[in-house]
């Protein structure tokens, strides 16, 4: 539950922060659904739109930067506030991120279209990007009820992306063994995946950093990984 303190305009400042976050979460969710569609639709006028909305959120985690500093100065924070605005910093960081990731997808529309995949992989890409999207929007959702059970679960549900990202690169290595004029789109949608997959990463790392808000402390189990591209091509090793 967020601390109430006789300075109203205090609460005030932090509430801003937390505000300042949702918002970020939401753009950086539409900037990715959008980049996808354009992947998935083969358009490359959405896809220069997505690339141009990036500056939003490199000003958005701008502004949650000054402001923090700003409340740090004035207020000379302890404790769970102080804990609540670096935690705003570094969970707009992971925001920014997810929107370079979104502007990274959107550049590769155009090479792509120049070789489409099967219509299945598209829908496979979607429900990727949608599990993925999904663990951003409920992070995002239960830091601003400050609900520390939703948040833990997120952490919970990492390698479900993995795991798909692992059949989505093995699904593309096929295509590029099949054909090898399929190669270089392949590549680029390999990219893209991995952009996705990083998104489960960044709504990990959110989940660590409002853990430590609440509790002062960060999750003591290790976060579930399960990316096995690695493994993908190798020998398997033999049973002695």
Not at 8 to 21: A, H, P, V, Y
Not at 61 to 66: A, L, S, Y
Not at 97 to 117: C, S, T
Not at 224 to 234: H, I, N, S
């Amino acid at each position: 539950m967020p601390v109430h303190h006789t300075v109203r305009s205090f609460d005030g400042e932090l509430n801003f922060l937390t505000q300042k976050i949702g918002e970020m979460g939401d753009y950086a969710e539409k900037m990715m659904v959008e980049a996808i569609k354009a992947i998935v639709e083969d358009d490359q006028d959405l896809a220069a739109r997505v690339i141009a909305q990036d500056r939003v959120l490199d000003e958005a985690e701008r502004e949650i930067d000054e402001k923090a500093i700003m409340i740090i100065a004035r207020r000379q924070p302890m404790a769970v506030d102080l804990r609540e605005i670096i935690g705003a910093i570094r969970i707009s960081a992971d925001l920014e991120r997810i929107g370079d990731m979104g502007k990274n997808i959107a550049k590769r529309v155009a090479a792509i279209a120049e070789n489409r995949q099967p219509k299945a992989f598209y829908k496979s890409l979607e429900a990727f990007a949608k599990l993925a999207l999904g663990q951003l929007r409920e992070v995002i959702d239960a830091y601003g009820v400050r609900s520390l059970a939703r948040i833990d679960a997120v952490r919970e549900h990492d390698d479900e992306i993995d795991a798909m990202y692992t059949t989505l690169f093995r699904e593309l290595l096929t295509y590029m063994m099949e054909d090898p004029r399929n190669i270089t789109a392949c590549t680029h949608l390999l990219f893209c995946a991995k952009n996705i997959e990083r998104i489960g990463d960044h709504a990990t790392n959110i989940a660590e950093t409002a853990h430590y808000i609440m509790t002062g402390s960060y999750p003591d189990t290790e976060r579930p990984k399960d990316d096995g591209t690695y493994r993908v091509g190798a020998a398997e090793p033999d049973n002695l």
